[in-house]
């Protein structure tokens, strides 16, 4: 279906928007696409809620097609920077494909959708579908409203993690997607393998199910949509390595549990790696890989009503 664009170049641009809760699994789902696929020339914007974006240092495929948006809330700060970033992508001189968002955790997908109906986008571009990612182990909608919309506003729910759970939470999860969106489709993945005929290029997408009152408040400036839900992030920085024994201190002893999602690339005294650190909930690991620039710690921490002060000394008190 997706070769079938190919010759078509005065047809409008389709956008995917992959939304998802913190640490669903967005980043890993684009960078399969982005293997998967690399006979299509996509444009990825993503957007990240902190200051340092680990996401661009982490997807694969990496390049020329990569535009990123300014850090900050997804639905907060985007209208005006996606738009502007979307006309600068396709005033490109390179034929594109195919246009994919990955938003921040904590945003709502609706916002940016709207983004592409309620602009000149509307003639260039068109909303091929809202894929929400879902964390089948971490998954609640107590997650806050983010959650709530992220699946709402999504086409299909795409249920990943699914080697992390049982088949009665599998089922318990899925009961709760339902009951937030009577019949939702939703597909089951692990580590994001899903086949890419079933999530592009489909034609999900409903404007017509939109709520009417946000699309004409779109305009209107929005408040500080993850200050409210009382989101935070914290970002750590050091050219200094961390003590490998005080990182793993900080993690058993003195982690909030209102820290949902950490995410960066570690250095340690004890090793000469570099090393890609990934939480989501209370898992968390680290993959090994090799420094090509001067190794240094880039930390993000995203968690709910969270102290930063307290988190920046605790990893402050984790250096070497
Ligand atoms: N066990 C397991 N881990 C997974 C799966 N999918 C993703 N992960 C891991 O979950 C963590 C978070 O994945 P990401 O793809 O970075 O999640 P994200 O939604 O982009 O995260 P944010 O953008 O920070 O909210 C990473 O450590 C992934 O390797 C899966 O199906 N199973």
Not at 150 to 158: F, K, N, P, S
Not at 160 to 189: F, P, S, W
Not at 239 to 244: A, I, Q, V, W
Request: with cysteine.
């Amino acid at each position: 279906m997706l070769e079938s664009l190919d010759g078509v170049r005065n047809q409008k641009l389709p956008v995917t928007i992959i939304t998802g809760f913190l640490g669903s699994g967005k980043t890993t789902l684009l960078n399969r696409i982005l293997q998967n696929r690399q006979d299509l020339k996509v444009a990825v914007l993503v957007n990240e809620f902190g200051d340092i974006n680990i996401d661009s240092q982490l997807l694969m495929t990496v390049g020329e097609d990569m535009v990123e948006l300014s850090n900050g809330c997804i639905c907060c700060t985007i209208n005006d920077s996606l738009a502007n970033t979307v006309y600068e992508v396709l005033a490109r001189p390179e034929k594109l494909d195919y246009l994919i968002v990955e938003t921040t955790g904590v945003a709502d997908p609706l916002p940016i959708a709207l983004t592409f109906l309620g602009s000149e986008l509307r003639d260039l571009t068109y909303v091929d579908g809202i894929l929400t990612v879902v964390d089948a182990e971490n998954f609640s909608l107590k997650q806050g409203e983010a959650a709530v919309k992220q699946i709402m506003y999504g086409d299909i729910a795409l249920l990943n993690k699914t080697d992390l759970v049982t088949t009665d939470r599998l089922g318990k999860v899925e009961t709760q997607i339902h009951e937030t969106k009577e019949g939702a489709r939703i597909l089951h993945m692990q580590h994001g393998e899903v086949p890419l005929p079933l999530i592009l290029d489909v034609k999900l997408a409903q404007s017509e199910n939109y709520p009417l009152e946000i699309t004409e408040t779109e305009n209107q400036p929005k408040p500080r949509h993850l200050q409210n839900d009382g989101y935070l992030s914290v970002s750590f920085q050091s050219k200094r390595p961390f003590s490998l024994r005080k990182f793993q201190h900080f993690l058993d002893n003195q982690l909030p549990v209102n820290i949902y999602r950490m995410k960066g690339i570690l250095w340690f005294e004890e090793s000469p790696a570099r090393h890609v650190f990934q939480l989501s909930g209370r898992r968390f690991h680290l993959d090994d890989s090799t420094w090509e620039d001067q190794p240094s710690n880039q930390l993000v921490c995203i968690g709910h009503k969270i102290n930063p002060i307290e988190i920046q000394q605790y990893l402050a008190n984790c250096l070497a």
